[in-house]
């Protein structure tokens, strides 16, 4: 695995020409999205003042705010998603080979619906399901796959409209686990217990009725951070060993969004709450700029490195 | 009257609910104890093959072979204890440990396959065997914890229920078992 230093060294000099001629078309992008932004904000506000003016109607006016939205995000995405998709190829695919040759990189393909909900991490129904950004291959003999999911779930207002609410959106990492077990383990973050403290979130916890018995682990940090539940304590304890506890929580340390852990048929489901896609550039930063550099290799490389973290390569006997 | 009465109703309601619950942590306990002794029997049934296969190498360490095998005929007898069985296997997981230790000065050991083999199987027992442990351990705690605490530790007191025996868990155990260094070490 190569370390974030020879990375940004990667990018800064073997990518450097694409990057050159990237940055370039980024900049037409940004200048166009400046100039079209003023223009339209200038359009704006003369129909907001011709609409108060003539009518006095707020509704209108809040007719008006949502058209424009729309027309906004629709603009903006019209006007990137090319940058976007040539920087995930140009840039993001080099990278990931360069990280390891074995993962195979595909911007449109995502990790399976059936595999999401195996998962057990989310109980809600999925109405929508979409992602993009797949990464697949073999680390160190552990085969992994990874994408951005979006899942949302259809709800409806009081007067009957439909809404999508997301459920999940971010980073879905599953690997092969380096353990045999038969029953379901999920690691959740301890969001009751932080919120509303040790007696009414823990009591909240023990009394969840869509999972299987809340199991306390005999590590405080771990019990602080994440609720675990599973149909069978011994096995539970045998997943979650103390050293994995560790790994997880150090893991949780280094990245600031919370995680869900799943042990489902032999596999290990991590979900990354980042609320956002992974490898989306941003428009308004260059991409000389080395923090964003390193941003962006460093939320390839966390990913990735998952495997060492939680040393999912160490063959345990039975396994063999 | 009418007040006297709803709150007799509600302590008796608390009072069949904290019954209950210590039923079930009691309960837990046992359970989980089982399943312990499951695990360990498990690796008394390997013992007689690793005894038999190190035995015409180790001629040094017949001591240990002997004291294993007299833990593990100990530790099947019927009719023990929980405190026993929790002190018997800490003696065997130490002597197991000798042995491993012990392993290490017979190179024509790494060859053989037989041994590998249940050295293997001795290694991912103790893995499990260190999870029923810890989630035995756990469970008593809950347990205790409801047998000390008010207002769960009145009707502890009235049902009888009584402390149990922890494991103690050598946090050096998995490296002590690591065959990695045994016989990787080339």
Known sequence: MKSTSELTDFYYSELYPTILELEKKRKTILSKIKVHGFAGLVIFIVLALMIIKNFGAHSLFFILVIITMAIVSLYYNFLTSGYNKEFKE?????????????????????VSQYIFERSDLFTHS???????????????????EFSNIHAQYKTRDSKGREHYQTLFRGIFFIAKFNKNFKSKIIVLPDIAQRTLGNLLGGWLQANNFSRDKMIKMDNPEFEKQFVVYGSDPIETNYILSHSIMQRILDFQKKISYPIFISFVNNYIHIAVDTKKDLFAPNIFKSLLDFNQTADYINSIRNVILLVEELKLNEKLWRKI | ????????????????????????KKNQVDNIFASVDTILKKRFDLIPNLVASVEKYMDHEKEILTKVTQLRAQAMQGGLSDEEKISLDAQLTNALKSINIALEAYPDLKANQNVIHLQQSLNEIEEQISAARRAYNQSVTDLHNAIEMFPTNIIANIMGLKYRTLFTINTNERENININNLFNNK
């Open chain 1, 90 to 110: 140009l840039i993001i695919s080099p990278i990931i080979n360069a990280i390891n040759q074995n993962l195979e990189y595909d911007q449109e393909f995502f």
């Open chain 1, 126 to 144: 999925i109405d929508k399901y979409s992602g993009n950004d797949h990464v697949r291959g073999a680390i160190d003999g552990v085969d992994i």
């Open chain 2, 1 to 24: 009257m009418q007040l006297f009465l709803i709150i007799i109703v509600i302590c008796v309601v608390f009072g069949i609910l904290m019954y209950n619950s210590l039923i079930g």
